[in-house]
């Protein structure tokens, strides 16, 4: 199935600090304040115009630095339920799945979107259509799928305990 969505494009080695300022680490609590805050020292005008659904496409790199977790709950806060990079830093990665948001690794893409630009993203082939071509992408393992699919580590391992699993 095929899902439209607007690209959010950045660079190479964005690390969480502009991605989630560290001075509201400890301040903000509720998810609308850390949403409000999300990118604004990479891009002030991201907060107040991404839509739901929007997707951020960046380079090598994306979410270098610390293991701040407020930097990947801050984008789905947001409403962006994907983010394609060329390469995450590994913390970032791993804490993109377990708070629900997917991360796609696909070398290539950036180059051929900016943002404003629509892409189209089929999930059953691994593969994105944008800027006149497809780029594919390697399937997460069945593992990573299942807490994807519940939105989260922490909601996939709810159910299990709530289902006696």
């Known amino acids: ?21 560290g001075k509201y680490t400890y301040t903000l609590k509720t998810p609308a304040e850390i949403a409000a805050h999300a990118l604004e020292d990479l ?21 270098c630095g610390s293991s701040r977790e407020q930097a990947v709950t801050a984008l789905k806060y947001a409403g962006v339920p994907v983010i394609i990079a060329e390469s995450f830093g590994g913390i970032y990665f791993r804490n993109c799945i ?20 629509t892409l189209l993203l089929d999930l059953e082939a ?3 259509q944008a800027g006149g071509q497809i780029f594919t992408f ?8 299942a807490i994807l699919d519940a939105g989260g580590l922490v909601p ?4 299990r305990f709530a289902e006696g699993a």
């Open 1 to 21: 199935m095929l899902t439209a969505h607007r690209c959010w494009v950045y660079g190479d080695n964005v690390n969480t600090d502009v991605i989630f300022p």
């Open 43 to 63: 891009d002030p005008g991201f907060a107040s115009a991404v839509q739901p659904g929007d997707v951020i496409v960046a380079g090598r790199n994306w979410g």
């Open 126 to 128: 691994a593969a994105i």
């Open 156 to 159: 996939m391992l709810q159910r």
């Open 98 to 117: 377990n708070q629900g948001i997917l991360p796609i690794v696909c070398p290539g893409l950036r180059a051929h979107v900016q943002t404003g630009d």
């Open 138 to 145: 390697p399937r997460l393992s069945p593992s990573v799928q």
